[in-house]
């Protein structure tokens, strides 16, 4: 994985942004993907949290080599019910969290039908990240890091990492990881300042979030 010694972690301003990349978080029910993001944005955690539906985001930005990077991440809901609706949310994406629960084999077992989704309704070349949480209840492992990393390098996914939202144990470098991977690959195509179409070249790393969002 990328070497994130050089990815800091700053208060976002979507004025000043030089690159943008939109992040979609995958998974069944319950895995803790809106625990993820509320760690992740707010360093707060709560036992209970009402069901996404449809899908909400939020925006977490870091500072990489001089440059601001903002990773617009949306939290999708789980239910087999609202399949339909955040495959909407697929579009545009660079890149997911591909989201598991190490207490439930269940939620690992299904993890092939999220990726062929996504394959299907985003772009081709998404950068997809896995992620093992709740690896605050180790004692009640029902999935081991060997099937989670066994399992990221046969489908040559962009990594693996486990993480517990509740206490924080790599949530925010989980995050830095990805925003330093698709600052790696794009920043060939960061605009010169002396670029009369420096505006055209920025766009173009930046997506169009949906009108409506889900409500919780």
């Known amino acids: 994985m990328e070497d994130i010694s050089d990815c800091e972690v700053v208060t976002g301003d979507d004025k000043v942004q030089d690159m943008l990349f ?11 993907k809106s625990c993820m993001l509320v760690r992740a944005v707010k360093n707060e955690f709560k036992d209970e949290y009402e ?12 500072q990489i080599a001089g440059k601001k990077v903002q990773l617009q991440v949306w939290d999708t809901a789980g239910m087999e019910r609202f399949r339909s609706i955040i495959k909407v949310f697929f579009n545009g ?10 207490t439930r084999k269940d ?3 299904k993890l092939d039908g999220w990726l062929t989704m996504l394959q299907e309704s985003a772009s081709p ?5 896995l992620i093992g949480n709740k690896k605050d209840e180790a ?23 486990e993480t517990s939202a509740k206490t924080g144990e790599g949530i925010i ?19 010169s300042k002396d670029d009369p179409k420096s505006g055209d070249s920025l766009s173009k790393l930046r997506t169009t979030a949906p009108k409506k969002k889900g409500c919780c």
């Open 22 to 32: 939109k992040l979609i978080v995958i998974g069944e029910p319950s895995v803790g």
């Open 51 to 62: 069901v996404t539906i449809g899908a909400e985001f939020n925006s977490l930005y870091f």
């Open 93 to 102: 994406s660079h890149a997911a969290f591909m989201v598991y629960d190490i």
């Open 107 to 109: 939620t690992f077992d």
């Open 125 to 129: 070349d998404v950068r997809v990240f």
């Open 139 to 161: 004692s009640a492992r029902q999935v081991t890091y060997e099937m989670g990393k066994e399992y990221a390098e046969q489908r040559k996914l962009l990594g693996f990492m």
């Open 173 to 191: 470098p989980s995050f830095q990881h990805m925003a330093k991977s698709l600052f790696t690959e794009h920043k060939g195509s960061l605009p």
